[in-house]
C-alpha cells in the first residue's frame, strides 16, 4: 500500500468489510475499484478486470447501464423517499408489486418489500411463524434447509444458512433451525449412486427429519434452486418433485430463495421453473435491480396472504416492516431494470450463450486440476482437486481455490473461490465473444494455478 493518506491505507483505517479476513486486510490492504464499463470493472489504477461474478451475482445488467442511472435520477428527483407503514405507499412501489406478483412463477398475491435479501428471507420466515400463529399452532415453527446453502447473514437468515463459517462464534444457528443434505451427487452421493436414487435417499432424509421432529412443529423448508454461495450446487434431475410430495405430505411449507436465480440466471426467468419448484413463498433480491439498489421481494400466496391479513385485523396492524420497504428509487430501478430483462430478452440471450459457457468450461474440464464442471445457464463452476481420477480434494489449508482466485485477477478476470469450486456468473449480458474471452482467461488461470502448486 503505497502513501499515508492513501485510499487504501483510509479503507483499512477506517472500514470494516464484509466476508474478509480482517488481520489479512491490513496487511494486504483492498482493491478498490473505480468505474464499471459493460462487464468490465476498471480498478483505481486503471486496470480493467472480466467481472466473470457480475459482483455478487447480481450485476445482471453489467456496470454501466445509463437506463438505470435515468431511472434513479428521475425518481429521485420526483419523490426520493417514501414509506409503506400505515396504509401509504410511494406509486411506483404499486407498479412493482403488480409486476412481480404477474410475472411470479406461481400464483402469488402480494409482494412485500425490504432491502436485502437477508431480510427477505427474514421476513418469509417471520412470515410464516406469524401464520401459524393466526392459525393456532404456533408450535409449528421450525425451518429445514440444507448444508451448503446460503441465505443470507441476518440472524434468522444466517441460521438457514448452512455454511460453517457463518455461524461459528455468532452462537448461531438459533434452536429450530435444522440442516439436511446438500443435493450434491458429486461430493454427497453414495459410490456408484444414480441421480434418481440420491434424490430419493434425500427426499426421504427431509421426511424422515419432519416425522422425528415431529410434523407439527416443522414450518418451512427453504431451498436456492441453483445454490450459490454454498458452491454452485446444480440439483439431481427430480430432486424438489420429490422434497415437494414429502412436505405436501406434512403440510410444510416450500420457501424459493431466488435472490441468486430470479430474473433469468439459470436459463428462465425464475430457478423455480428451471427445477419444478412451486414456491408457497418466493424470495428475490440481486438481479431485481441490477444491484444498483439495495432491494428485494418476498412474494405471498393468496392463501397465506388471506390469513396473515386475518390476523393483522385482530392485532389492529401486521408488526413488521423496514424503514426502507417498498423504497420508490429501489422501485424504480427495479420497474426498468425488468423492463430492460423483457425488451432484450435477456432469457432468451442466457439460453444462446449459456451453452457456449458451459460447453466451454467442459473443455477446460480436461484439465488435470479440474474435478467436476456444473452449472446451467450462466451460473457455473469448476472443482479443483487434488486427484482427478478419486475426486480426492485438496487440503482445505492449501486454499487452491483462492490461488486460481488470485492468479485469475493478474489475468485481468475477476472469479470467485467458494472453498476450491470457481465460480463463474456473469452478468447476464455478456456477450459471446466476453464468453469466449472469459473462457481464455480461465484456461490461462488453470495453467498458472497448476504451475505454483507443481512449484
Ligand atoms: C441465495 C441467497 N439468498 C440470500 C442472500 C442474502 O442477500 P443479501 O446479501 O442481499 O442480504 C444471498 C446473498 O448472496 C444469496 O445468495
Not at 89 to 100: G, Y
Request: net charge negative; proline share 5%.
Amino acid at each position: 500500500m503505497d502513501g499515508s493518506n492513501s485510499l487504501a491505507m483510509r479503507d483499512v483505517e477506517y472500514h470494516l468489510h464484509s466476508q474478509t479476513d480482517l488481520r489479512a486486510h491490513e496487511r494486504d490492504g483492498p482493491q478498490i475499484i473505480s468505474r464499471g464499463d459493460g462487464c468490465w470493472v476498471i480498478d483505481d489504477g486503471g486496470r480493467r478486470y472480466l467481472e466473470a461474478m457480475a459482483g455478487l451475482w447480481n450485476t445482471a445488467l453489467g456496470f454501466s447501464e445509463s437506463r438505470l442511472a435515468d431511472a434513479a435520477d428521475a425518481q429521485m428527483r420526483k419523490l426520493p423517499y417514501y414509506h409503506t407503514f400505515y396504509h401509504k405507499t410511494p406509486d411506483v412501489c404499486i407498479d412493482l408489486a403488480e409486476k412481480l406478483v404477474k410475472m411470479a412463477p406461481a400464483p402469488m398475491s402480494k409482494a412485500y418489500f425490504t432491502n436485502s435479501g437477508s431480510e427477505a428471507n427474514d421476513s418469509a420466515v417471520k412470515l410464516v411463524w406469524y401464520l401459524n400463529h393466526a392459525r393456532g399452532r404456533p408450535e409449528k415453527r421450525k425451518i429445514i434447509a440444507r448444508r451448503r446453502g446460503f441465505h443470507g447473514v441476518t440472524g434468522v437468515a444466517a441460521s438457514m444458512t448452512g455454511i460453517p463459517r457463518m455461524h461459528v462464534d455468532f452462537g448461531l444457528p438459533l434452536p429450530g433451525f435444522l440442516h439436511v443434505t446438500c443435493p450434491h451427487l458429486y461430493r454427497d452421493g453414495r459410490p456408484g449412486e444414480s441421480e434418481a436414487a440420491f434424490a430419493d435417499r434425500l427426499a426421504a432424509e427431509i421426511e424422515d427429519l419432519i416425522l422425528a421432529e415431529g410434523p407439527d412443529t416443522v414450518a418451512a423448508f427453504i431451498a436456492e434452486p441453483v445454490m450459490g454461495a454454498g458452491g454452485v450446487v446444480v440439483p439431481p434431475a427430480g430432486y424438489f418433485e420429490k422434497v415437494q410430495a414429502v412436505l405436501r405430505r406434512h403440510d410444510v411449507l416450500m420457501i424459493a430463495d431466488e435472490v441468486i436465480c430470479g430474473f433469468g440466471r439459470t436459463g428462465n426467468m425464475w430457478g423455480s421453473e428451471t427445477f419444478g419448484i412451486e414456491p408457497d413463498i418466493l424470495t428475490c433480491s440481486k438481479a431485481l435491480s441490477s444491484g444498483y439498489f439495495p432491494i428485494a421481494a418476498v412474494l405471498l400466496s393468496e392463501a397465506i396472504y388471506a390469513e396473515i391479513a386475518d390476523n393483522s385485523a385482530r392485532h389492529g396492524g401486521f408488526g413488521h416492516g423496514f424503514t426502507g420497504s417498498g423504497h420508490p428509487v429501489g422501485s424504480a430501478v427495479a420497474l426498468e431494470t425488468i423492463r430492460i430483462i423483457e425488451e432484450r430478452d435477456l432469457v432468451g440471450h442466457v439460453r444462446e450463450v449459456g451453452p457456449r459457457l458451459m460447453d466451454g468450461l467442459r473443455e477446460l474440464g480436461a484439465h488435470p486440476l479440474v474435478g467436476e464442471v456444473r452449472g446451467v445457464g450462466l451460473i457455473a463452476a469448476l472443482e479443483l482437486v487434488a486427484d482427478k481420477a478419486t475426486g480426492a480434494p485438496f487440503d482445505p489449508k492449501l486454499k487452491v481455490g483462492g490461488l486460481a482466485q488470485d492468479l485469475a485477477l493478474e489475468e485481468g478476470l475477476i472469479v470467485r473461490a467458494l472453498g476450491d469450486s470457481v465460480a463463474v456468473t456473469p452478468p447476464l449480458v455478456i456477450s459471446a465473444e466476453e464468453v469466449d474471452e472469459l473462457l481464455a482467461r480461465l484456461g490461462r488461470t488453470l495453467e498458472a494455478t497448476a504451475a505454483r502448486l507443481g512449484a
